[in-house]
């Protein structure tokens, strides 16, 4: 089958799974007591249902296997993502330690490499292996960090996921394509229930630490069949843009309030947004077409060679650090503003 469509059929069948699948995920956290409740930092109105990651996995899974060949050469990246799936709604119900979490994510790493579809821009294997186990950790928590606003996380992850297939179009690459298109579909539908007013359901850590695998793994591969050789690392990054800026800012925030990176707070990207914009709804929008532009520079600079795309690169990265020094400047945090240690994002 064609990577148009594949990608298309995916994107249909994972768009249809999730509006279908979602409102039955709620009804389940409903009965079991599955909820998050208003604490802290969180400013939600109400008890809300997790579980949302179940409904988006399950429609991400299901279109990828039938179009996507999870069950071939993309199995390790289908067995790390459901691992975390299990290991994130576990977290959700009983808030494991962020050590065997990262633990769970550097093992599905490590699987990745093995089944070569880890990073390869060192000569030394050691070197890409090690370059893997980053690389998935940091990817994974920043999807988990940016998380913390209705439609945040689902609607950077699709935005993200077009790019992936833009790639995977690119290279001619169906298998690909069709994961991608299933990772941007079940969070399109997905955030027609998150994006309501109020929030019906979230996505939790079962939802954006799978997805956050996923897209860390399909970005090396779309970069890997670019042949950039290690030109492929910065143009990955941009990819996955936004949730790195977002997760730099929020580390450099936290270190100069004197507090641990695992202390929850309101220093994120989309919390300076919301107080200027005012609704998720328009976060969400700005938030999907910063990261499609992301995307779009990265496609484009990958088709014009290694050279285009380490300029791109250097740019972006320029403007990111713009971004970050006004923020900062303009929105600093004071030391009193954090929450208790132990609260999550």
């Keep these: 089958m064609q990577p148009g469509a594949s990608a298309t059929l995916a994107f249909a069948l994972a768009v249809v799974l999730a509006l279908v699948l979602t409102p039955q995920a709620a009804r389940v956290a409903m009965r079991t007591g599955f909820l998050d409740h208003p604490l802290g ?44 799936w299990v290991v994130g709604t576990l977290d959700d119900r009983l808030n494991l330690s962020p050590w ?24 030394a294997d050691l070197l890409n292996l090690a370059l893997t186990i980053v690389w998935v950790i ?13 439609g945040a996380t689902g609607t950077v992850a699709a935005a993200t996921a077009v790019g ?4 995977a179009l690119m290279n001619g690459d169906s298998e690909l394509a069709a994961i991608a298109g299933a990772l941007s579909g079940a969070c399109v539908g997905f955030l027609y229930y998150n994006l309501a007013r109020p ?32 030109s492929a690392l910065p143009c990955a990054a941009m990819i996955v843009g936004l949730v790195i800026l977002d997760t730099t800012r929020v580390v450099i925030s936290r270190r100069r309030r004197g507090v641990t990176l695992l202390t929850g707070g309101r220093a994120h990207l989309t919390h300076r947004l919301l107080a200027l914009t005012g609704t998720p709804q328009t976060i969400a929008a700005m938030l ?29 990265l320029v403007i990111g650090i713009a971004v970050i ?21």
């Design 41 to 84: 930092y969180k400013q939600h109105g109400r008890a809300t249902p997790y579980l949302g990651g179940c409904a988006v996995m399950l429609a991400v899974l299901v279109p990828a296997l039938l179009w996507g060949g999870l069950t071939g050469r993309f199995l390790a990246l289908g067995l790390g993502a459901g691992a975390l």
């Design 100 to 123: 065997l979490r990262m633990g769970v994510e550097a093992v599905a790493a490590v699987g990745l490499w093995s089944a070569d579809l880890g990073w390869g821009v060192f000569s």
């Design 138 to 150: 940091g990817v994974v928590n920043a999807f988990n960090l940016m998380d913390n606003l209705d």
């Design 199 to 230: 929030a019906r359901i979230f996505l939790g850590d079962g939802g954006s630490m799978p997805i956050g695998f996923i897209a860390a793994a399909a970005a090396i591969a779309a970069t890997a069949g670019a042949d950039l050789g290690a």
């Design 325 to 345: 020094a006004v923020l900062e400047i303009r929105f600093g945090v004071p030391r009193h503003a954090a929450v208790p240690a132990g609260s999550r994002e």
């Design 164 to 167: 992936i297939a833009t790639f």
């Design 288 to 316: 999907g077409v910063l990261q499609l532009a992301l995307c779009a520079v990265a496609a484009t600079a990958a088709d014009n060679g290694r050279h285009a795309v380490l300029w791109s690169a250097t740019c972006t």
